[in-house]
């Protein structure tokens, strides 16, 4: 088990992803400021019940590591940070410290094997091919992997207007052939409701 800072957020973020945020909350800026200094990453989790600011928020259980890239002070008392998505992992106990920050005794899941796309899979592949041509390199970190089944089901999830469940559910599951699965499926009942 390793202690690990936790960020509770409205939004998921998935191993190889690319998110920015804006923190200003005291604690936060703390955060941050220690996993510079300590080149430690903090982990990401979705909310499960609470806000974003304000008393520490309940999360679910399963989120990413969010490893530094970028930071920039933009104005006093506020820094716009860039993170990448590394390990998912478990938390199987969290603690608000004093301050409000949401700390968890993490374990680290095992990486996920890169997947050669199915046949039926590599419609979904192209679909992201022209997700990714028209909105550029600013939602992912090159190189392109459009022939590994999980890159593209974390991709796909990111650029998707899904709710936030489906997101964490497709974060959850091991394999890509599962999270490829609901995906399909919310494309799916996205593209019925639509006719």
């Excluded at 200003?24 to 806000?51: H, N, S, W």
């Excluded at 559910?169 to 052939?177: I, T, W």
Aim: hydrophobic letters at 40%.
């Amino acid at each position: 088990m390793k202690d690990l800072p936790l960020f509770p957020l409205h939004a998921v973020l998935y191993p190889g992803g690319r998110f920015q945020l804006r923190v200003f909350e005291k604690r936060y800026m703390d955060m941050v400021t220690t996993c510079l200094k300590t080149e430690q990453p903090f982990g990401i989790c979705l909310i499960r019940a609470g806000d974003e600011v304000g008393a520490a928020a309940q999360a679910h259980s399963i989120g990413t590591l969010a490893h530094l890239v970028e930071w920039e002070m933009s104005q006093p008392g506020i820094l716009d940070i860039s993170v990448r998505g590394g390990q998912r992992f478990r938390t199987h106990a969290t603690r608000a410290c004093p301050d409000q920050l949401l700390r968890g005794d993490i374990e680290p899941l095992p990486e996920e094997p890169r997947e050669a796309l199915s046949t039926a899979q590599r419609q979904l592949g192209a679909l992201l091919a022209r997700f990714l041509t028209d909105v550029g390199e600013q939602y992912y970190f090159p190189p392109l992997r459009l022939d590994d089944a999980v890159w593209v089901a974390y991709r796909l999830a990111e650029l998707l207007p899904a709710p936030n469940a489906l997101k964490q559910r497709v974060l959850e599951q091991d394999g890509a052939e599962h999270k490829l699965d609901l995906l399909a499926a919310a494309l799916g009942s996205e593209q019925s409701g639509l006719a």
